[in-house]
Protein backbone atom coordinates (compact mmCIF):
# COMPACT_ATOMS: atom_id res chain seq x y z
CA UNK A 1 0.00 0.00 0.00
CA UNK A 2 2.98 2.20 -0.33
CA UNK A 3 2.51 5.64 -2.08
CA UNK A 4 6.14 6.33 -3.16
CA UNK A 5 8.71 3.15 -2.57
CA UNK A 6 11.91 3.44 -3.08
CA UNK A 7 14.82 0.39 -3.14
CA UNK A 8 17.33 -0.15 -1.63
CA UNK A 9 16.98 2.16 1.23
CA UNK A 10 20.66 1.70 1.84
CA UNK A 11 23.19 1.86 -0.13
CA UNK A 12 27.08 1.48 0.55
CA UNK A 13 29.45 1.39 -2.28
CA UNK A 14 33.13 2.30 -3.40
CA UNK A 15 34.18 5.50 -5.08
CA UNK A 16 34.01 4.53 -9.01
CA UNK A 17 31.64 2.08 -8.82
CA UNK A 18 27.78 2.19 -10.91
CA UNK A 19 24.89 2.20 -9.29
CA UNK A 20 20.87 2.12 -9.78
CA UNK A 21 18.12 3.49 -7.11
CA UNK A 22 14.76 2.41 -7.99
CA UNK A 23 11.61 4.62 -7.54
CA UNK A 24 7.98 3.51 -8.06
CA UNK A 25 4.48 5.39 -7.21
CA UNK A 26 1.35 3.83 -7.10
CA UNK A 27 -0.66 6.75 -7.06
CA UNK A 28 -1.68 7.29 -10.92
CA UNK A 29 0.39 10.64 -10.46
CA UNK A 30 1.68 12.01 -13.77
CA UNK A 31 4.77 13.32 -12.47
CA UNK A 32 7.64 11.73 -10.42
CA UNK A 33 11.05 14.09 -8.94
CA UNK A 34 14.01 13.05 -7.78
CA UNK A 35 15.63 15.47 -5.19
CA UNK A 36 18.89 15.29 -2.92
CA UNK A 37 19.28 15.91 0.85
CA UNK A 38 22.54 16.53 1.65
CA UNK A 39 24.63 15.79 4.99
CA UNK A 40 23.35 19.21 6.37
CA UNK A 41 19.63 18.42 5.52
CA UNK A 42 19.34 20.73 2.49
CA UNK A 43 16.96 19.74 -0.18
CA UNK A 44 17.49 20.30 -3.64
CA UNK A 45 15.31 18.74 -6.61
CA UNK A 46 17.78 16.98 -9.19
CA UNK A 47 14.79 15.79 -12.26
CA UNK A 48 11.70 15.98 -13.13
CA UNK A 49 9.59 13.93 -15.25
CA UNK A 50 6.16 13.91 -16.27
CA UNK A 51 4.39 11.24 -18.08
CA UNK A 52 8.08 9.52 -19.38
CA UNK A 53 9.67 13.08 -20.78
CA UNK A 54 11.86 15.21 -18.71
CA UNK A 55 10.90 18.38 -18.17
CA UNK A 56 13.27 19.26 -14.99
CA UNK A 57 16.99 19.05 -15.33
CA UNK A 58 19.16 21.40 -12.34
CA UNK A 59 22.69 21.77 -13.12
CA UNK A 60 23.27 17.97 -11.92
CA UNK A 61 26.78 15.84 -13.05
CA UNK A 62 26.23 14.03 -16.52
CA UNK A 63 27.33 10.80 -14.43
CA UNK A 64 23.51 11.33 -13.17
CA UNK A 65 20.99 9.96 -15.48
CA UNK A 66 17.11 9.36 -15.09
CA UNK A 67 15.26 6.70 -16.53
CA UNK A 68 11.41 6.71 -16.74
CA UNK A 69 10.56 3.28 -18.22
CA UNK A 70 6.52 4.33 -17.24
CA UNK A 71 4.75 6.98 -15.38
CA UNK A 72 4.74 4.88 -12.53
CA UNK A 73 8.86 4.24 -12.49
CA UNK A 74 11.57 6.95 -12.28
CA UNK A 75 15.02 5.18 -11.56
CA UNK A 76 18.30 6.94 -10.91
CA UNK A 77 21.64 5.85 -12.45
CA UNK A 78 24.96 7.38 -11.08
CA UNK A 79 28.57 6.55 -12.67
CA UNK A 80 31.44 6.79 -11.67
CA UNK A 81 30.26 7.57 -7.78
CA UNK A 82 32.43 9.89 -6.35
CA UNK A 83 32.76 11.05 -2.44
CA UNK A 84 30.62 13.84 -2.71
CA UNK A 85 27.39 11.91 -3.94
CA UNK A 86 26.68 10.77 -0.05
CA UNK A 87 23.13 11.68 0.52
CA UNK A 88 19.83 10.39 1.26
CA UNK A 89 17.75 10.54 -2.19
CA UNK A 90 14.26 11.17 -2.63
CA UNK A 91 11.97 10.31 -5.14
CA UNK A 92 8.54 12.35 -5.10
CA UNK A 93 5.02 11.93 -6.83
CA UNK A 94 2.65 14.66 -8.06
CA UNK A 95 -0.56 14.86 -9.85
CA UNK A 96 0.13 17.53 -12.11
CA UNK A 97 3.86 19.40 -12.74
CA UNK A 98 2.38 22.34 -13.84
CA UNK A 99 -0.25 23.15 -10.61
CA UNK A 100 0.76 23.43 -6.86
CA UNK A 101 -0.61 19.82 -5.97
CA UNK A 102 1.10 18.04 -3.27
CA UNK A 103 3.96 16.34 -3.79
CA UNK A 104 4.20 12.79 -2.05
CA UNK A 105 7.55 12.02 -1.28
CA UNK A 106 9.06 8.23 -0.86
CA UNK A 107 11.35 7.19 2.43
CA UNK A 108 14.44 8.05 0.66
CA UNK A 109 18.05 6.02 0.13
CA UNK A 110 20.25 7.03 1.78
CA UNK A 111 23.93 6.52 -0.18
CA UNK A 112 27.06 6.01 1.61
CA UNK A 113 29.99 6.49 -0.46
CA UNK A 114 33.50 5.34 0.89
CA UNK B 1 15.96 33.61 -8.80
CA UNK B 2 13.79 32.22 -5.65
CA UNK B 3 15.16 31.87 -2.18
CA UNK B 4 13.85 30.67 1.25
CA UNK B 5 15.03 31.38 4.50
CA UNK B 6 13.95 29.78 7.66
CA UNK B 7 15.35 31.63 10.61
CA UNK B 8 16.80 29.47 13.39
CA UNK B 9 18.42 25.91 12.00
CA UNK B 10 16.84 24.73 15.59
CA UNK B 11 14.02 25.96 17.84
CA UNK B 12 13.46 24.06 20.99
CA UNK B 13 9.71 24.65 23.04
CA UNK B 14 8.04 22.94 26.16
CA UNK B 15 5.24 20.96 25.52
CA UNK B 16 2.14 22.95 25.50
CA UNK B 17 4.19 26.03 24.71
CA UNK B 18 3.35 27.55 21.46
CA UNK B 19 5.56 26.65 18.51
CA UNK B 20 6.76 29.39 15.79
CA UNK B 21 8.80 28.57 12.90
CA UNK B 22 10.03 31.31 10.51
CA UNK B 23 9.89 31.30 6.89
CA UNK B 24 10.68 34.24 4.82
CA UNK B 25 10.88 33.93 0.52
CA UNK B 26 12.36 35.76 -1.89
CA UNK B 27 11.16 36.08 -5.05
CA UNK B 28 9.99 38.29 -8.01
CA UNK B 29 5.93 37.39 -8.18
CA UNK B 30 4.20 35.87 -5.13
CA UNK B 31 4.81 32.28 -5.26
CA UNK B 32 3.01 28.93 -3.96
CA UNK B 33 4.32 28.23 -0.44
CA UNK B 34 4.39 25.10 1.29
CA UNK B 35 5.48 23.36 4.86
CA UNK B 36 6.53 20.01 4.63
CA UNK B 37 7.22 17.95 7.87
CA UNK B 38 10.02 15.69 8.12
CA UNK B 39 10.25 12.41 10.64
CA UNK B 40 13.59 10.96 11.60
CA UNK B 41 14.28 8.74 8.60
CA UNK B 42 11.14 9.37 6.84
CA UNK B 43 10.30 11.00 3.80
CA UNK B 44 8.68 14.70 3.60
CA UNK B 45 4.93 14.94 4.53
CA UNK B 46 3.10 18.33 3.21
CA UNK B 47 1.33 20.10 6.49
CA UNK B 48 -0.14 22.90 4.51
CA UNK B 49 0.25 25.15 1.52
CA UNK B 50 -0.98 28.68 0.10
CA UNK B 51 -1.72 29.03 -3.29
CA UNK B 52 -4.18 32.00 -3.09
CA UNK B 53 -7.04 32.86 -1.81
CA UNK B 54 -7.69 33.60 2.26
CA UNK B 55 -3.91 34.10 3.93
CA UNK B 56 -4.11 32.05 6.83
CA UNK B 57 -4.14 28.28 6.40
CA UNK B 58 -5.18 25.41 8.04
CA UNK B 59 -2.66 22.42 8.00
CA UNK B 60 -2.68 19.05 9.36
CA UNK B 61 -1.81 18.08 13.15
CA UNK B 62 -3.10 21.68 14.41
CA UNK B 63 -0.81 23.81 12.35
CA UNK B 64 -0.89 27.16 10.41
CA UNK B 65 0.98 29.25 8.70
CA UNK B 66 -0.25 33.10 7.54
CA UNK B 67 1.01 34.42 4.09
CA UNK B 68 2.15 37.85 4.35
CA UNK B 69 3.17 39.48 1.18
CA UNK B 70 4.27 42.56 2.56
CA UNK B 71 6.64 40.99 4.70
CA UNK B 72 7.53 38.33 2.57
CA UNK B 73 6.78 35.42 5.24
CA UNK B 74 5.31 32.74 5.76
CA UNK B 75 5.64 31.57 9.22
CA UNK B 76 4.24 28.07 10.75
CA UNK B 77 2.56 28.31 14.07
CA UNK B 78 0.91 25.64 16.38
CA UNK B 79 -0.96 26.57 19.59
CA UNK B 80 -0.15 23.96 21.85
CA UNK B 81 3.25 21.88 21.02
CA UNK B 82 3.12 18.29 21.73
CA UNK B 83 6.16 15.61 21.92
CA UNK B 84 5.29 14.24 18.76
CA UNK B 85 5.61 17.70 16.97
CA UNK B 86 9.20 16.85 17.27
CA UNK B 87 10.83 16.79 13.23
CA UNK B 88 12.47 18.54 10.72
CA UNK B 89 10.36 21.35 9.45
CA UNK B 90 11.54 22.69 6.23
CA UNK B 91 9.63 25.99 4.26
CA UNK B 92 9.71 25.59 0.58
CA UNK B 93 8.28 27.81 -2.74
CA UNK B 94 7.58 27.22 -5.98
CA UNK B 95 6.76 29.54 -8.94
CA UNK B 96 3.35 30.04 -10.15
CA UNK B 97 4.32 29.30 -14.10
CA UNK B 98 5.86 26.49 -15.67
CA UNK B 99 6.67 22.71 -13.89
CA UNK B 100 6.30 22.73 -10.17
CA UNK B 101 9.71 23.22 -8.72
CA UNK B 102 10.04 23.05 -5.04
CA UNK B 103 13.01 25.26 -3.41
CA UNK B 104 13.58 24.47 0.30
CA UNK B 105 14.77 26.65 3.04
CA UNK B 106 17.74 24.83 5.05
CA UNK B 107 15.01 23.11 7.69
CA UNK B 108 14.18 24.32 11.45
CA UNK B 109 14.60 20.95 13.37
CA UNK B 110 11.87 21.39 16.67
CA UNK B 111 12.39 20.01 19.93
CA UNK B 112 9.80 19.67 22.21
CA UNK B 113 10.72 19.35 25.90
CA UNK B 114 8.38 17.64 28.58
Known amino acids: DTAVSQTPKYLVTQMGNDKSIKCEQN?????MYWYKQDSKKFLKIMFS???????INETVPNRFSPKSPDKAHLNLHINSLELGDSAVYFC?????????????FGPGTRLTVT | AQSVTQLGSHVSVSEGALVLLRCNYS??????LFWYVQYPNQGLQLLLK??????LVKGINGFEAEFKKSETSFHLTKPSAHMSDAAEYFC????????????FGQGTRLTINP
Open chain 2, 27 to 32: SSVPPY
Open chain 2, 92 to 103: AVSEKQGAQKLV
Open chain 1, 27 to 31: LGHDT
Open chain 2, 50 to 55: YTTGAT
Open chain 1, 49 to 55: YNNKELI
Open chain 1, 92 to 104: ASSQDPYRSYEQY
